[in-house]
């Protein structure tokens, strides 16, 4: 049965006089990954911060897991898990005494083995963080979402910028944190991503929600139209190319 656990309801954000979130709603599912889509500036970030509660919202309604953000964002911020700007590490901590000193911060005590292992970084346990690959980076910082034990997590463009394989491997690894009870609301500029990750999808425009769908519902929803494709020429293309060449095997280490 589906069980809804983020509630939105006609969110407006203005910086200024700039509308930057135009009244948008919609619902999260427990258990769902949910993906947010749209061009740079739609309003994607806005609308996450404002959940995570690290935001002020201009009006409209937010409950998350049935608590009102207006009433107890503290409530809420103790339920979920915000990727950090990977800047905001200490680059020269050790990513064991980065997951110490996070726990601290969530008064939460975390087996930093257990942590690393669950995103396949238990070598690194001895590096520091400005050692580790791009992909390796992204896959402590999604760690770090995980340490309060959150009932959702928010993943903003988590895989901007990876290698082929480095996506691939962060897909896994999202599934099973999905698989393993907890609810993702992520953004990504990359549709593939988006098709094979997400349960459904919202794509919003200039602040405004113009599509909310099962990726597979939209495309038969566009198909309908009498949309047609130019003629695919090619059974493949650079990108089955490229890891057809490459593999699927992390190159990072
Ligand atoms: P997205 O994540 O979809 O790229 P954002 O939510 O970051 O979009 O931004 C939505 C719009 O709001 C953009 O036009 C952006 O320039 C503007 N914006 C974001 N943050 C601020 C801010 N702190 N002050 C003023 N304008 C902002
Ligand atoms: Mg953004």
């Known amino acids: 049965m589906n069980e ?49 509660t690290l935001r002020q919202k201009t009006s409209g309604e937010v409950w998350v897991n049935g608590i009102s953000l207006d009433e107890s964002p503290n409530e809420i911020k103790k339920i979920i898990g915000v990727q950090l700007q990977t800047s905001g590490y200490y680059p020269s901590l ?27 970084l238990r070598d690194k346990a001895n590096a520091k963080f400005k050692e580790l690959s791009g992909g390796q980076k992204q896959r402590f910082s999604i760690a770090t979402t995980l340490i309060n034990k959150p009932k959702i997590i928010f993943l903003d ?62 495309i038969d929803e566009l198909v309908d139209t009498g949309f047609e494709r130019p003629k695919e020429v090619k059974k493949a293309n650079l990108e089955d190319v490229f890891i057809n060449l490459t593999g699927h095997v992390l190159r990072e280490d």
């Open 4 to 52: 809804t656990i983020i509630s939105v309801k006609d969110l407006k954000k203005n910086y200024g006089d700039f509308e930057a979130v135009k009244g948008i709603s919609f619902d999260v599912q427990k258990g769902e990954i949910f993906g947010l889509l749209g061009p740079n500036g739609a309003g994607k970030s806005t609308t996450l911060e404002i959940i995570e």
């Open 94 to 120: 050790t990513l064991t005494e980065l997951i110490h000193l996070f726990a601290g911060l969530y008064n939460e005590t975390v087996d930093p083995m257990t942590l690393l292992d669950s995103v396949n």
């Open 157 to 218: 463009e988590p895989t901007t910028g990876l290698d082929p394989q480095a996506r691939r491997n962060l897909w896994e690894l999202i599934k099973n944190i999905r698989n393993s009870g907890t609810t993702v609301i992520i953004t990504t500029h990359y549709m593939d991503e988006a098709e094979v990750l997400c349960d459904r999808v919202a794509i919003i425009d200039s602040g405004r929600i113009i599509a909310l769908n099962s990726p597979d519902k939209l």
